[in-house]
């Protein structure tokens, strides 16, 4: 089993809509998870990273994190095409060091 | 600052051949690492560093592959030699890690090797 999971899609949503994004991991001692765009060609860039149980929004986007689950999801709310990216989930794993473990991504396209 | 520095962007070399990634990470940051991404397997850990010394490797996939941080400003991937399976993107990132939970990594532009 990879340490992180995601559904690799593609994940199509209409112009307005909301996004959700979902991964899962394997080490429950896994601290802090991130959320990565990567649009085609380029390099990922930091979305979001969430550490507590909860929810945490920032502007349109909110991170979901569940420990008791191993379960981190990202909303994207009123979607814009701009939006279309892959989206990369990352795993701090414990044992400190900073080692993050991404998941293969999932490609999100919103359509006009 | 002007970001995590890879070079060279591009590189067609011919199988057999020696390669070298080099990397300039942000300054101030103690902690560099090293990425493939192909459409296979997605972006995959292969090394990182703390302080300059290699903490963890289990991710590089062969013993053609070799990384050095000389210093904190600097830090190379080779793969002698190269094998047309390589082919892919490779990405440097670096943060900072003090005391507590981890922090956000700084990608760079990535080299993409295509290995004839």
């Known amino acids: 089993q990879k340490e992180v999971e995601q559904n690799s899609g593609p994940l199509s949503v209409p112009e307005g809509a909301i996004a959700s994004l979902n991964c899962t991991y394997s080490d429950r001692g896994s601290q802090s998870f991130f959320w990565y765009r990567q649009y085609s060609g380029k390099s990922p860039e930091l979305i979001m990273f969430?550490?507590?149980?909860g929810d945490k929004e920032d502007g349109r986007f909110t991170a979901q994190l569940n420990k008791a689950s191993q379960y981190v999801s990202l909303l994207i709310r009123d979607s814009q095409p701009s939006d279309s990216a892959t989206y990369l989930c990352?795993?701090?794993?414990?044992?400190?060091?900073?080692?993050?473990?991404f998941g293969a991504g999932t490609r999100l396209a919103v359509h006009p | 600052d002007a970001g995590v520095i890879q070079s060279p962007r591009h590189e067609v070399t011919e199988m057999g051949q020696e390669v070298t990634l080099r990397c300039k990470p942000i300054s101030g940051h103690n902690s560099l690492f090293w990425y493939r991404q192909t459409m296979m397997r997605g972006l995959e850990l292969l090394i990182y560093f703390n302080n300059n010394v290699p903490i963890d490797d289990s991710g590089m996939p062969e013993d053609r592959f070799s990384a050095k941080m000389p210093n904190a400003s600097f830090s190379t991937l080779k793969i002698q030699p190269s094998e047309p399976r390589d082919s892919a993107v490779y990405f440097c990132?670096?943060?900072?890690?003090?005391?507590?939970?981890?922090?956000?990594?700084?990608f760079g532009q990535g080299t993409r090797l295509t290995v004839v």
């Open positions: 990352a795993g701090g794993v414990s044992g400190g060091y900073n080692k993050l473990i």
């Open positions: 969430i550490y507590s149980n």
């Open positions: 990132a670096s943060s900072f890690i003090g005391q507590g939970a981890n922090t956000e990594a700084f």
